[in-house]
């Protein structure tokens, strides 16, 4: 099934971001993870695409295997910023051949050996590129990244969601955002989308933190902002890996409530491998998830 034909429904979207295994790990660490999930009746699963690694081969057949052999819908992440056009045909093709529907059309992070290489011409600069292409291509549900707070390189918040407008118009069934930890950056950035008359739905990324070393990465990467009860918690139980756990996945749990509680459009958590975080989530929410129309 298309996610665009999902969102259609009325109903908020609930779906978890898994990623291949690293290198060191079998590629089966994952089907696991995935029957786990598979418990928690997710409307898809989406698998990331590493933009210049090795694992970029198994999204293909992770994504293949939750659809056809889970029985899952699925999202496959695909990147255009490292590839020729040649490899992203032959990827959509690959996906295809598997059934799967729904891409989630992005640039992707150029790696820095890549930076450092004056030969180094990529043939895409932006994701509106890739989102053209696959349209040309064919009949898919086709979504995109946004990021409430900016996008890390942007110096302009507003060039930002100009270019963000610039995608949705290319024809973007839906949107995915990076995660947050403030709602209100959120519901602001949803009115900065209504004033440009973007009506994409969107989809919104939550991360449950619950361990110090991933907070210090992800705000890194990210430069997301961490508000003040997102901080005292941090402060009272970095050193208590048990009560930050906790604490991270009630705090994941409440925002979530509060977004559904707004008629968010879908909720899509980043598991980072580890069901038994998503499966407490899921659990604190079994009620409100039944009972919520959008
Ligand atoms: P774009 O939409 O192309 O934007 C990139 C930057 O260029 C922005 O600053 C934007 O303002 C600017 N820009 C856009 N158009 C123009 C223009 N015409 N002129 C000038 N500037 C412009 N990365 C992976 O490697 N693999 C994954 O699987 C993956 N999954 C992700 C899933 C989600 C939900 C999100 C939010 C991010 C994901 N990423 C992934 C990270 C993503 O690849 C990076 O954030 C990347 O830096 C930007 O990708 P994008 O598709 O948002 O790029």
């Not at 918690?233 to 890996?241: A, F, G, N, V």
Request: charged share 25%.
């Amino acid at each position: 099934m298309k996610i665009r034909d999902m969102l259609l429904e009325r109903k908020p979207t609930v779906s978890f971001e898994v990623f291949p295994p690293k290198r060191d790990y079998p590629i089966e660490t994952i089907h696991d993870t995935i029957k786990e999930l598979k418990d928690l009746h997710p409307d898809f699963i989406s698998v990331t695409y590493g933009a210049a690694g090795s694992t970029q081969n198994h999204t293909v057949e992770i994504a293949s295997k939750i659809k056809n052999e889970f029985g899952i819908e699925t999202l496959a992440h695909l990147t255009c910023v490292t590839s020729t056009r040649d490899q992203i045909k032959r990827v959509l093709h690959e996906l295809r051949e598997n059934q799967i529907e729904n891409v989630l059309a992005l640039r992707g992070d150029i790696p820095e050996t890549y930076l450092k290489n004056p030969n180094f011409t990529p043939q895409y600069h932006y994701a509106s590129e890739l989102i053209r292409e696959i349209h040309a291509d064919g009949d898919w549900s086709i979504g995109g990244a946004c990021y409430p707070e900016g996008h890390v390189e942007s110096k302009n918040k507003l060039d930002d969601i100009k270019f963000l407008k610039q995608k949705t118009d290319e024809g973007l069934d839906f949107l995915v955002t990076q995660l947050f930890f403030d709602n209100e950056m959120f519901y602001q950035f949803q009115e900065k989308l209504e004033l440009l008359d973007i009506q994409t739905p969107v989809i919104a990324g939550i991360f449950p933190f619950v361990n110090i070393r991933q907070i210090k990465r992800i705000q890194e990467i990210s430069g997301c902002n961490l508000p003040p009860k997102f901080l005292r918690i941090l402060d009272r139980y970095e050193h208590s890996p048990k009560a930050l756990q906790e604490a991270g996945i009630a705090y994941a749990v409440d925002q979530i409530i509060d977004l559904l509680s707004s008629g968010v459009d879908g909720i899509h958590i980043y598991t980072m491998n580890k069901p038994e975080v998503t499966k407490r989530i899921m659990r604190s929410i079994n009620h409100v998830r039944s009972t919520l129309n959008r």
